[in-house]
């Protein structure tokens, strides 16, 4: 994973840009998985339940349209798998979420889609002296399971890879309970 700035209107912004508000970017995360090893909608289902998807332009204490919630699709199929568990997840949780879903290339016309944070953000609560805080705020609702919510053609295709062990062991808590984790990897059937 990297951190960085995307869905914004202008090319290459800093830190300081994005939080001006003038840029329109959000903080982002950008992750690189191998698809035969980890689904798509294991790293989906991992979004949904790390953070408040509902809390607007904001993630608890740190607000402004840089801490909005934000997923970019790369194709129809990502498109409805991202439309569908949100569906799914708002009525489990009965509030509006309020998740910004845009394809990655309507920000083209903007110089793409994604940039890079500075290296002092990159596995910022990794380094010793960081100072975690909690503004993710995790709601604690696992998503309902995938046969329930994910489109009938799409199934076989996108299946989860991550068995319920994992997320039973794993899964993100109520609270705050990502910056908690621990930062070692965890390893294939710990779980």
């Known amino acids: 994973t990297a951190v960085g700035y995307c869905a914004g209107f202008t090319p290459n912004p800093t830190y300081e840009e994005a939080c001006s508000g003038r840029t329109g970017h959000t903080e982002g995360v950008r992750v690189v998985y191998d698809p035969s090893k980890v689904s798509f909608v294991d ?6 339940e790390a953070h408040d998807p509902c809390s607007g332009m904001g993630q608890g ?7 909005r919630s934000g997923f970019y699709y790369m194709n129809d199929d ?5 439309e569908a568990s949100k569906d799914a997840y708002e009525k489990q949780l009965g509030k509006k979420i309020t998740t910004e879903v845009a394809g990655a290339d309507d920000y083209e016309k903007y110089g793409g889609l994604w940039y890079f944070g ?8 990794a380094k010793p002296g960081s100072r975690p805080y909690c503004s993710a705020q995790p709601q604690g609702v696992s998503l309902a399971p995938f046969a329930e919510w994910c489109p009938e053609d799409l199934q076989e295709k996108y299946k989860p890879t991550l068995p319920e062990a ?17 930062n070692e990897p965890i390893k294939v059937g710990d779980w």
């Open 61 to 67: 204490n740190d607000r402004g349209t840089q801490y």
């Open 118 to 125: 500075e290296v002092y953000h990159q596995q910022y609560l």
């Open 43 to 48: 790293i989906m289902r991992w979004f949904w």
């Open 166 to 182: 994992f997320w039973k062991a794993h899964a993100p808590r109520k609270g705050c309970s990502v910056v908690n984790s621990p």
């Open 78 to 82: 990502q498109k409805r798998l991202i």
